[in-house]
């Protein structure tokens, strides 16, 4: 099995009361494949939240992209159903 780590992004920075909000993304690397995955490494969708590593790129900034993009839907999907 490969190994799950885990990346933390800033969503929102602390102003004033508000604390800000974090979120944690799990991801693996496959054969220079970065995927996205639940953390018992389940992937998430496989095919929209995975990216190839060029030469040279880091691992954990590729990591941070599909994870932005993924918590950013879904606080989408929370204010537009509110």
Do not use: W
């Not at 508000?18 to 991801?27: A, I, K, L």
């Not at 990216?51 to 879904?74: F, I, M, N, W």
């Amino acid at each position: 099995m490969t190994d799950i780590q885990k990346v933390t992004i800033a969503l929102a920075r602390p102003r004033g009361n508000f604390e800000g909000r974090v979120e944690t993304g799990h991801y693996t690397v496959n054969d220079g494949t970065v995927t996205l995955v639940e953390p018992n490494g389940v992937p998430v969708d496989r095919f929209k939240l995975s990216r190839k590593l060029k030469p040279g790129e880091d691992v954990r900034g590729v990591a941070c992209a599909p994870t932005r993009q993924r918590y950013s839907k879904r606080a989408a999907a929370i204010s537009i159903a509110s």
